[in-house]
């Protein structure tokens, strides 16, 4: 009993961490899920700070934020759309 109530929580815990790490699409995420998801995508970056600021920023507006470390930005719209007043892509 103990052995499946155990496994039950870590596939609860498991979930929890892939849809954090793998976002998903436009809307896809709740506000309380954006840091989570902006750690995973500046992970690999030398510039954490600047890329969490700016992800967290975009993922409060879009509520996503692209799958992995890099690119996918096609998945969130609006999330690729939002640019700086320069013309830049604001959201890494």
């Known amino acids: 009993m103990a052995k499946n109530i155990c496994s039950f929580l ?3 815990i498991f ?4 849809q954090d790490a793998y ?3 436009e809307g896809s995420l709740r506000s309380d899920q954006c ?4 750690d995973y995508r500046c ?3 030398m510039y954490k700070k ?3 600021t700016y992800c967290n ?3 409060a507006k879009c509520l996503c934020v692209p799958s992995g470390t890099y690119g996918n930005k096609e998945e969130c719209p609006c999330y690729n759309n939002w640019k700086t007043g320069r013309g ?5």
């Open 23 to 25: 976002a998903g699409g």
């Open 35 to 38: 840091a989570g998801a902006c």
């Open 50 to 52: 600047a890329c969490l």
């Open 15 to 18: 979930t929890s961490v892939i």
């Open 10 to 12: 870590l596939m609860i």
């Open 88 to 92: 830049t892509p604001k959201c890494p």
């Open 57 to 59: 920023l975009c993922c």
């Open 43 to 45: 992970s690999a970056t």
